[in-house]
């Protein structure tokens, strides 16, 4: 089903015409008032969530789909990583502002952290775009809002606390896009989030309360551990030394060699031959130019499983070295398959679901990794997979929800829901978002009460899900 949805029978004004896209913005409201997105309510036709998710596992790794579902039953939260198809399906049943953006497509709460720039700057960013898709802007808000409304409800938080959260994520949604409406056009562009505007910022909003300094002590934290977590650090975890030879250990079925993969050599050599002939081509989606790829040289390579909704999905993690052993650099090549969003708004754009990874990720992110490319792969069975190729870990580091105070996930939703506007502002059209939402609260609190219709709703599914597994029409791995 296509996104043909408009604001109104207007023009859509020329990129230039400022008043024009100011007023087509407010006219969006006659079309689809703000407070229409406060409702949920599943419709009688709704999808069996339970078949969404078989149909899923149907193209994934046979073996590691139980995975998967042991990682979504250890709570509504966990369910909810996982269940990006099944909240796109009711999406659009919702109305629609008909403003478009390039959306994250599951940006909930632990799809945003820290990372390092291409500058070498810790940065603040949205960090997972497998789901990326053009759609309407309000889509990756609700997916964001209702995540913290679900973490909120899994850590006991009062109703007060959950709704000051939510509303405080859609405040700062529509605030930061109201800035970056207003601001130089190169501002829009160029505007992103460093550790340093980060501890600035949460010092401008928290008070001189013990509570308070707990949460710049544990940003600093995560901060600190961030700095550590990169190719040396993955290195001496994943890493051991076999007869002289680099080799990735082995830690099934999480971590699996290329080796222990297939029992015929020539499957094995077929597959590294086919990395490294991946490796060449993928340079050429590389930015031009010379590139630090091109010193390092291929190593070993094994099968690693990854997240909560990516598990099953094929993901190698790749060893190469570039001076010699001291100088490692450890690659990631994930399958791309097609966004959950696209079955429901228009096809994708590119004929390679990788690249659809890519230039979505460059276009919202503020600063993306220079070794992000993709490349096309013929693998098991003659079948061709798309794959996007990033690096393992560069300054990762990430907030856990599920274990913030009140006070802390308000200020964290605060500051996802700024750093979704800012990708938003470069990835949509921020005068015509900003002037919808308008400067008054009527689109926060559409999003208060559109949060906890869809929370209720995760649970449901999530009950739907455990009574699954409990009686064996779904098989769950947990623990793992």
Not at 236 to 261: F, N
């Amino acid at each position: 089903m296509a996104d043909d949805s408009s604001p109104t029978a207007l023009t859509p004004p020329a990129a230039t015409d400022f008043a024009g896209r100011r007023a087509y913005g407010r006219a969006a409201r006659v079309h689809t008032p703000r407070s229409s997105h406060a409702v949920w309510e599943a419709p009688p036709d709704r999808t069996d969530p339970i078949s969404l998710l078989e149909e899923q596992a149907t193209s994934r790794v046979q073996d590691l789909v139980p995975i998967r579902h042991g990682r979504m039953m250890v709570s509504p939260f966990t369910f909810y990583r996982g269940a990006a198809l099944l909240m796109a399906a009711d999406l659009a049943r919702t109305p629609r502002s008909g403003l478009q953006a390039q959306l994250c497509g599951d940006a909930h709460l632990s799809n945003f952290g820290l990372f390092a720039s291409a500058e070498r700057r810790l940065v603040f960013d949205i960090n997972d775009f497998d789901e990326t898709h053009p759609g309407p802007f309000e889509w990756d808000v609700k997916r964001l809002v209702t995540s913290i409304e679900i973490a909120g409800r899994d850590r006991g938080f009062t109703e007060d606390e959950r709704r000051t959260a939510v509303a405080a994520a859609a405040r700062g949604y529509r605030e930061r896009m109201a800035i970056s409406a207003a601001s130089k056009v190169l501002d829009a562009w160029y505007d992103h989030l460093d550790v340093d505007s980060v501890q600035e910022w949460l010092r401008d909003h928290a008070e001189e309360q013990p509570a308070q300094k707990r949460q710049l002590k544990t940003f600093d934290a995560v901060v600190a551990k961030a700095r550590t977590r990169d190719s040396m650090q993955a290195f001496s975890k994943l890493v051991s030394v076999q007869d002289g030879r680099m080799r990735i250990i082995a830690d099934p079925p999480l971590i699996v060699p290329v080796e222990d993969l297939y029992d015929a050599d020539s499957n094995i050599e077929a597959t590294e031959a086919g990395m490294r002939e991946i490796l060449d081509a993928y340079r050429q989606t590389l930015p031009r130019g010379q590139h630090p790829l091109a010193e390092f040289s291929y190593v070993h390579m094994a099968r690693k499983v990854v997240g909560v909704g990516s598990v099953g999905t094929r993901a190698w993690i790749v060893l190469l070295k570039g001076r010699d052993d001291e100088d490692p650099l450890f690659l990631q090549a994930k399958e791309a398959q097609a966004s959950v969003l696209e079955r429901f708004l228009a096809p994708c754009a590119y004929e390679n679901q990788g690249e659809r990874v890519v230039r979505g990720q460059r276009l919202m992110q503020g600063s993306s990794d220079i070794f992000l490319g993709w490349q096309r792969v013929r693998g098991e069975g003659g079948i061709e997979r798309d794959f996007y190729i990033r690096q393992l870990r560069d300054w990762k580091g990430s907030f856990d929800p599920e274990k913030a105070v009140p006070r802390g996930l308000e200020l964290y939703a605060r500051l996802c829901g700024e750093t979704l506007a800012r990708a938003h502002a470069r990835a949509g059209d921020r005068v015509e978002i900003a002037a919808y939402l308008g400067a008054a609260t009527t689109f926060d609190e559409a999003m208060v009460s559109f949060a906890t219709a869809y929370a209720d709703q995760n649970e449901a599914d999530y009950a739907a899900f455990i009574a699954a597994i409990d009686s064996g029409r779904l098989a769950a791995e947990p623990g793992l």
